[in-house]
């Protein structure tokens, strides 16, 4: 092991501030990420993550602050950094007039790859990554999905002991996001350290062992998912029953199993309750098939993003995000 | 997916600067991405393609009547002229296509590979020699279809061909320069064209420069424009390297040694 990865952090950063015109898009980020963990940047569009991210990366030069990569400085010593990491952007940086294989070649022969090695390089990733079949087509015509994994692909030729993912899932079906989290997960487990940042609770959730909230270019939370989950609160239960003459008997139920307060809202006969763990549902509909109450819906929800933002920050996300987030808001949801 | 591939190399020397052979290794391979993107966009050759041939036929015949009482003797003069004139004026799309391509995402995995930081302005330059290659060939053919016989012969042609190619290619970094500084691809286009036409057209490219008022010879005198078109007729019509041709080299090598280090800079600067 070469001593440039005996550090124990992998991202180190004080302070971190860039301006643009009079708008501060980061103001005093401090990051530190553990070599070989996943640590997530969440919060909405224009909170400063990808200018942050672009910071670390070399790709900006920090106005104040100063950063690290596993022990070099990014300004500094920018060219060792660049040769410890992987950038995947929010906006696929792969050249769309040339074929996959055409780009991987060329970026393998950029990192030093030789002919023979780089096309084998390209044909090794593009196999682990499911492109074979559209190696050769020009970039115009592929999904989204696609150019996500490519851009992936060319973000490991080097295998950079850290991956930075802008956004890695943003714009991607369901099925195409749950490949893009196995595929992240793998890369964490062969040793590289991944840092990414996201809009999707749910996918810090999934992925991250740490989270940084940021906010109008400030983290303005930091911790463990559990240790962030706790300071948001626990899920939510929203039920209705059938009838509406249940409602009573249903609410006492529910205070009964989750032994917590419960709130009604007369209009839609609807119960609510704060939940500390999603399986007590369960337990719940037994205790209501007992007792004969038919239920109309029942449904668990995570806490939002934009409720995460409400509680730490006082004020909801961005009012133009709301609707954008409205959309990506996924929630785990038992209908009945 | 195997996971083999994705296992992290941990021996790898860790150095802050690139070595001269790392800089022309990447800048050939980013001069070989180009050539791949002209390949599969061969419309973006119209230009080259076209344009000899248009501005030749039409220059000649238009002006060989009256600056040289007939097209037979106007052709030494206008060939070597146009082809400057032609490969010159190519030059200005290395600095469009520039601006456009690094408006794109790939640039900013370029920027954050360890890669020399000269090699996708140099790539760039140095791909587009094939652009001039095609100009140059195309202009010579169509002066010699149209009855140009150059009496320095077929050796010296060629010595002149690449002179205009590298003077091109040197030129090219003044326009890289505008591409790197530009806000957008149309506006390098129109910044150029304002550099340029005063150059190609206040020389001796297409007139005997004594038909010139006296004030304006003193600058189409000193035009390097003129100097290269000078260098190319006596190269093509005698077969002579002279002061002209040493002037071009020395000239074309200033604006490199300016233009090169500004157009880095600049483009660092807006990483």
Known sequence: ?336 | MKSTSLGRETSRPLKNHTSFGQTLRNSLTMAYRGLLKIRRTPEQLFDVTLQPILFTLMFTYIFGGAISGNVENYLPIIIPGILVQTVIGTSVVTGVQLREDMDKGVFDRFKSLPIARIAPLAGAVLADTVRYTIATVLTFVMGYIMGYQPVGGLGSVAIAAILVIACSWAVSWIFAFFGVIARTAASVQGISMIVLFPLTFLSNAFVPVETMPTWLQWFVNINPISHLVSAVRELANNGAIGFEFIISIVSAAVIVAIFAPLTVRAYMRRT
Do not use: C
């Open chain 1, 1 to 336: 092991m070469s001593n440039a990865y005996n550090t124990e952090w992998a991202v180190e950063a004080r302070g971190l501030v860039k301006t643009f015109g009079d708008n501060r898009a980061v103001d005093g980020v401090d990051l530190n990420v553990r070599a070989g963990s996943i640590y997530g940047v969440l919060g909405p569009n224009g909170a400063g993550k990808t200018t942050t991210i672009r910071m670390l990366a070399t790709l900006l030069r920090p106005d104040a602050g100063q950063a690290r990569i596993f022990g070099h400085d990014v300004v500094k010593e920018s060219h060792i950094v660049r040769q410890l990491i992987g950038v995947t952007g929010q906006y696929a940086s792969v050249d769309e007039s040339l074929s996959a294989t055409e780009n991987l070649i060329i970026f393998s022969r950029l990192l030093g790859l030789g002919r023979s090695e780089a096309r084998k390089k390209a044909e090794e990733l593009l196999e682990e990554f499911g492109l074979t079949e559209a190696a050769k087509r020009p970039l115009k015509h592929f999904s989204g999905g696609m150019r996500r994994r490519l851009d992936l692909a060319a973000s490991l030729i080097a295998q950079p002991p850290l991956i930075f993912l802008d956004e890695p899932t943003t714009g991607l079906d369901p099925r195409t996001r749950s490949q893009m989290w196995d595929t992240i997960r793998r890369l964490v487990v062969t040793g590289s350290t991944v840092l990414l940042t996201t809009q999707y609770l749910d996918e810090a959730d999934q992925l991250a062992d740490r989270i940084a909230v940021i906010d109008r270019g400030h983290v303005v939370a930091e911790g463990t998912v559990d240790e962030l989950k706790a300071s948001v609160g626990t899920s939510a239960l929203h039920l209705r029953v059938h009838d509406a003459k249940d409602i009573a008997g249903a609410k006492e139920i529910v205070e009964q199993v989750l032994q917590v307060r419960s709130s009604v809202t007369a209009e839609a006969a609807k119960i609510t309750a704060p939940m500390a763990d999603a399986d007590q549902v369960t337990d719940l509909l037994i205790a209501l098939r007992t007792r004969g109450i038919q239920l109309a819906e029942i449904s668990v929800q995570k806490p939002t993003l934009d409720e995460v933002f409400l509680t730490i920050t006082g004020h909801g996300a961005a009012a133009n995000e709301t609707k954008a987030q409205g959309q990506q808001e996924r929630m785990e949801e038992v209908r009945a």
